[in-house]
């Protein structure tokens, strides 16, 4: 499909792109962890937000491309997966580009090992601890020496970050000291979020959490510049918010009043959706649910956060498993296949009149 010229024309002014989108415009699906290394540089194992990312955007640019989705970009769990992530308003670090950090002088040239990963798929058990540790030394190197713009812009973003940034660094730095283990199976002090136990938590694990609010400082860093260039090509991008989040998340930790759990934080349904011609017996997602009444009593004030969060990364939004909103598929926690559940209603128009306003 051509672009549509005049709503894509550039203001003669100051040479941006308009803002206003084509009526009927094409694009490409693609996962930046997709992306090839770019030539000449190292290939990390996975696609990053580096140099192949800018490549692609001239890519799509030159082939007449106005959209590219890009599907969840949160960080992934241990199936990999960025429908199960530890965080709905998170980046997966993961995506980073050591090329930045050394661009920013936050990793030395001779610190970027030269690595033989598989190129057809990610090898995530080589690549996680290549990634992370790369991270971890920029990390360390910005604590020490970071001064001037990058200190003011850091400071900045865990400062209008924190409504969702200070959960999730304490929940990664907590299940650092419990070995990976589920939130649920932390001592009780801390699955109750008792204020006294959090604040000493705050106190023992600050270098932590130093380490994770750069982690997603260095995302968010690199994701705007990302996107700042595609809107300078005339390339806008579709995020993705899966309707569902992982019970081993911050974002339940943080909130369990709203979600469907027991007295002792554990799930008394999980998602899925019933048999069909394709599944004898349903799928079985595990997902725990909304407490749609607790939700409604703030008006959808998690919602509206969510939203809004990933609206300041993309220009537009795929809501995974919509038809959720109108009624989902209820199972009961222990079930080990989705066949004995039964549809709940959801909040239905309620929640998207508080999104409008």
């Known amino acids: 499909m051509p672009r549509a010229e005049t709503a894509w024309s ?42 192949a990312a800018y490549q692609w955007i001239d890519a799509l640019a030159q082939a007449g491309q106005c959209w590219w989705q890009v599907l969840p970009l949160g960080p992934v769990g241990p ?126 694990l600050a270098d932590a959490l130093h380490r994770y609010r750069f982690h997603q400082f260095a995302f968010f860093h690199q994701w705007s510049a990302l996107r700042d260039y595609a809107r300078r090509r005339q390339v806008w991008i579709i995020g993705d918010v899966p309707i569902f989040v992982n019970g081993d998340s911050a974002d339940v930790w943080a909130n369990p009043r709203l979600f469907l759990l027991d007295a002792q934080g554990r799930q008394r349904v999980q998602a899925g959706v019933p048999p069909d011609y394709f599944a004898k017996d349903g799928q079985l997602w595990g997902n725990p649910l909304y407490d749609w009444e607790a939700m409604a009593a703030d008006d959808y004030a998690w919602w509206v956060a969510r939203l809004r969060t990933v609206l300041k990364q993309v220009d537009l939004v795929r809501v995974d498993h919509y038809r959720g909103f109108a009624a989902a598929w209820h199972v009961p926690a222990g079930a080990s296949h989705a ?16 999104l409008r306003r």
């Open 10 to 51: 550039a203001d003669a002014s100051n040479g941006r792109p308009a803002t206003t989108r084509p009526r009927r415009a094409s694009g490409i699906l693609l996962h930046p962890s997709s992306l090839p290394a770019a030539e000449g540089l190292i290939d990390f194992g996975i696609g990053d937000l580096g140099p």
């Open 79 to 204: 199936t990999a997966s960025p429908y199960q992530s530890a965080s709905a308003f998170a980046g997966n670090p993961l995506l980073v580009s050591p090329e930045w950090l050394a661009r920013e002088g936050l990793l030395a040239r001779q610190e970027l090992p030269s690595v033989h990963l598989p190129h057809h798929f990610v090898d995530f058990a080589a690549v996680v601890p290549l990634k992370l540790g790369l991270l971890d030394r920029a990390s360390e190197t910005f604590r020490l020496r970071a001064r001037g713009l990058l200190r003011d812009e850091f400071d900045q973003f865990v400062a209008e970050n924190s409504y969702w940034l200070e959960d999730f660094a304490l929940f990664l730095a907590l299940k650092e000291v419990h070995q990976g283990r589920s939130w649920q199976d932390w001592p009780e002090e801390l699955r109750r979020r008792d204020p006294a136990a959090l604040d000493e938590a705050r106190r023992n």
């Open 339 to 354: 066949r004995n559940g039964e549809w709940v209603p959801g909040p239905g128009l309620a929640l998207f009149e508080s």
